[in-house]
């Protein structure tokens, strides 16, 4: 056993001024030298005072510490105590641009400012200096008192063994951005998408102009193609595309199987029921030409035309529905790209479809086709085609629902299993998308009453619709992909009574589909004229100027229909259908009257561009109204101000963007010409030039939306 503890050692038998050195045995002379003691040097070898170990105890529970038990360690291998109350250290990374709210680093493993004892679970997790004394240790408590010599005994019986290996550390996880990285990488997913598709689009929409022409017989075609989307939208499709995803959400939040039987139920239903649609709408296709356009109806050969294009085209309702049920069950499940991507496949098709077309019969321009030279084949040709299409479409999306562990099968216990509350919000938007097919049925009627009366090409309705096709491109790749992105964690929150984040989710999707949707809506209105001469040359000089026309009166409507298409999905997402009804028919009935008055009062050249200039004036219309119901239904705050100084410092910096790149396009096309060259030449350096000014004046500004798509893009490009 050690020696007993010395209480004065610098004054013992090593003599004065040796405090330090192993004491001198008595008899020893000043000239011999004796060994040391070697029992007295080892019990002063471990000595914790000498050495200032942390791990030292007062004198008397020294004197009483069983030594032999446990063995004190060797001086110095005691790290030094932290400085109390320590900064954290500094983020070795720049603030990420993409991400609002940055997180704080983690805590360091000892003493900090935020955590004076450590961020140690068994330290914090206590409250009460009684409790954080008695139950911070990390030693299990014994239930015998004297278990503890049972396993000091134990201990000192056997041999030490190897040191215990230490526990590999937790892997890192992925740097993650937060919700806002969330939704932005599923929103440049869809995006890219949506871009393809709507590319792939442009192109389909060339090739049926370049085919038919931009006459009557386009206008035939045109009418029996949009037939489809029409009766869809107005019996199923409102309620499919706005009303089920919350369902969905619902059913797989509180259903035991995961909503996998309600999914199942809701796709038998759509089945069944668009299937009764189209054997309706195959049977009374000319009433349906009829309603569409009476102008075509009343023509003979147009009216055969457009009613044999009509029911090869009517059954794509049932394979529209299928694909959208198909996609909104996979946005549910968080996939969002696959009801964005297949639509590719539909745009290849047709474009196959067409180009077989012109590489039979030629051009327009060459064939100078119309609705009474037609061939019955190439009617045929072009039906099946539009029809394959969709077919393609619908089925590309079952790899996707196998994908993400959905398995099909068909249920028709329909009753008592939720369907009937889904039916009864979808009747709600089924008026609601009423009403708006309602004010796109008179401009129809119009369109093709005032193409023909002018005896122009480009003043109808295809000439309408194509312009109409490019002004929607932004509003589809950007603000339909980020609210689909958004529209589940809304319907979330809503569910979950959070009015604050609902509102924050309305505003971020306002403001972030702000940054793309204003500059552009500008660039409609600066450089409309050369890129419609650019996209529909083939189609002829005069009917590519008509719709540059339209395309310039349609373009500054776009920021209040991107507005208007946000500000609804918060209805949608507390179940509130009844709302949007009555806001559509607002704005329904404001583009009927507006185009109606455009139609009496402007020469029949220039009515459709009135009536483009209409639609976007009665969105403007219904954001007034669709705003203020919203805010009071979210409790009198929906971020007002901050939205509305977004977007009125957005326009500040797109106006004067928009007036030197406008004239900068302009100069160029009277100086080439409105060609493909020339159109082309304006496009492209007005275009740069608009956009340089736009986000200059945007960063000057101290724009933070334009700054973090700035940023995002950047990072991605890893710069």
């Known amino acids: 056993m050690n020696a007993p503890y010395d209480g004065d050692r610098g004054q013992g038998a090593g003599g004065a001024g040796s405090p330090s050195g192993p004491p001198v045995p008595p008899g020893a002379g000043q000239g011999g030298q004796v060994p040391p003691d070697p029992y007295l040097q080892h019990a002063y070898e471990d000595d914790p005072y000498r050495a200032q170990d942390l791990a030292a105890q007062d004198p008397v529970g020294e004197a009483l510490y069983d030594r032999a038990s446990h063995p004190p360690p ?110 932005l990488k599923s929103s440049a997913l869809m995006a890219a998408g949506t871009l393809v598709s709507r590319l792939t689009g442009f192109i389909r929409s060339l090739v049926i102009t370049a085919a038919l022409g931009a006459a009557l017989l386009g206008d035939s075609f045109t009418i029996a193609y949009t037939l489809p989307t029409m009766i869809y939208i107005l019996t199923v499709g409102g309620g499919l595309n706005s009303v089920f995803v919350p369902q969905l959400v619902r059913a797989m939040k509180d259903d035991e199987d995961g909503g996998e039987a309600f999914a199942n139920r809701l796709l038998t239903l ?65 996939k969002f790209g696959a009801m964005m991507w297949t639509p590719v496949l539909n745009n290849i098709v047709m474009i196959i ?191 590519a100027r008509s719709m540059g026309f339209i395309l310039m009166a349609f373009a500054l409507g776009l920021i209040p229909y991107s507005v208007q298409y946000v500000v609804l999905r918060g209805f949608y997402a507390y179940e509130d259908t009844r709302t949007p009804f009555y806001n559509t028919v607002i704005v329904a009935a404001v583009n009927a009257a507006a185009s109606a008055l455009c139609y009496v009062v402007l020469p029949a050249r220039w009515a459709v561009v009135g009536m483009a ?61 409105s060609g493909a060259a020339g159109s082309l030449a304006a496009l492209v350096c007005g275009g740069i030039v608009l956009l340089g000014i736009f986000f200059v004046a945007a960063k000057k500004m101290r724009i933070e939306e334009v700054n973090g798509l700035v940023g995002m893009v950047r990072g991605r490009l890893g710069r």
């Open 353 to 543: 479809t067409f180009g077989l077309f012109i590489w039979v019969y030629g051009t327009s321009a060459e064939s100078r086709m119309g609705v009474d030279t037609i061939p019955p084949e190439g009617v045929r040709l072009l039906g099946i085609g539009t029809l394959l299409g969709l077919v393609v479409q619908a089925l590309a999306m079952i790899p996707y629902l196998r994908e993400a562990g959905f398995r099909f099968r068909p249920r028709f216990d329909w009753k008592g299993h939720g369907l009937g509350k889904t039916v009864k919000l979808a009747k709600w938007t089924v008026l609601f998308v009423l009403a708006n097919q309602a004010g796109v049925l008179v401009v129809t009627q119009l369109a093709t009453a005032a193409g023909k009366l002018s005896d122009k090409d480009g003043t109808g309705f295809l000439a309408y619709s194509n312009a109409q096709l490019i002004w929607g491109m932004p509003q589809a790749i950007i603000t339909v992909s980020v609210m689909a992105a958004l529209l589940p964690r809304i319907s979330r929150a809503a569910h979950d009574n959070d009015p604050g984040a609902v509102r924050d989710d309305i505003s971020q999707g306002l403001r972030n589909s702000a940054v793309a949707i204003v500059p552009v809506a500008f660039t409609f209105l600066a450089l409309g004229l050369p890129m419609c001469t650019l996209l529909y040359a083939s189609s002829g000089a005069e009917a």
């Open 74 to 183: 060797p001086p110095g291998t005691y790290q030094d105590p932290q400085a109390l109350y320590q900064q954290p250290p500094a983020a070795p990374h720049a603030p990420d641009p993409r991400i609002w709210a940055q997180t704080p680093p983690p805590e360091p493993s000892g003493p900090s400012r935020h955590l004076p004892y450590g961020d140690r679970p068994a330290t914090t997790q206590f409250v009460g200096v009684d409790a954080l004394v008695t139950q911070a240790s990390d030693d299990r408590r014994e239930p015998d008192a004297f278990a503890h010599l049972f396993r000091d005994q134990e201990g000192a019986g056997k041999p030490p063994g190897p040191p215990e290996p230490e526990p590999a550390p937790a892997p890192v996880p992925p740097k993650s951005g937060g919700r806002v990285s969330g939704v």
């Open 270 to 334: 759509v089945m069944v029921a668009l299937g009764l649609i189209v054997a309706v709408a195959v049977l009374v296709a000319p009433v349906l030409i009829q309603l569409m356009s009476s102008t075509i109806a009343d023509d003979v050969a147009a009216n055969s035309v457009a009613v044999t294009f009509a029911r090869y085209c009517l059954p794509t309702i049932f394979f529209m529905g299928v694909h959208v049920v198909m996609g909104q069950i996979l946005n549910a499940r968080g």
């Open 613 to 673: 200039f209409s639609y976007g004036l009665a969105y403007a219309v219904g954001v007034g109204v669709a705003w203020r119901r919203l805010r009071t239904r979210l409790g009198g705050d929906l971020d007002g101000a901050h939205v509305v100084r977004t977007y009125a410092r957005l326009c500040m910096a797109a106006v004067p963007a928009a007036l030197v790149g406008g004239g900068v396009g302009y100069a160029i096309l009277e100086l080439l010409g």
